[in-house]
Nanobody, 124 residues
């Protein structure tokens, strides 16, 4: 199973970006998906998570500016970020709880997977 994050870039304060996270592989089911971020010199922190049924939770400080969504048919999660601030500058990582099928023995494998990260830079 692989997660591919994309959509990062350089924007000015007040700008918007939409991040995507596409999961691929021998996937049977994806449960929760989430976005985390890590700013220079800081620990990785939760941004938002979404269940397979669409229930969401956000870190309080980002409510109203960030929106997480997903397309279950495409195994993809999104993070719409608006009114970006320099403090939002970080590497953004996606994460998913995946039940995959081992092609060799037919067993199910439950795992938590991370994408490679996409850089978001907000200039003042």
């Amino acid at each position: 199973v692989q997660l591919q994050a994309s959509g990062g870039g350089l924007v000015h304060t007040g700008g918007s970006l939409r991040l995507s996270c596409a999961a691929s592989g021998n996937i049977f089911r994806i449960d929760d998906m989430g976005w985390y971020r890590q700013a220079p010199g800081k620990q990785r922190e939760l941004v938002a998570r979404i269940t397979s049924g669409g229930s969401t939770n956000y870190v309080d400080s980002l409510k109203g500016r960030f929106t997480i969504s997903r397309d279950n048919a495409k195994n993809t999660a999104f993070l719409q970020m608006t009114n970006l601030e320099p403090e939002d500058t970080a590497v953004y990582y996606c994460n998913a709880d995946v039940l995959s099928l081992d092609e060799y023995d037919g067993n199910y494998i439950a795992g938590k997977y991370w994408g490679q990260g996409t850089q978001v830079t907000v200039s003042s």
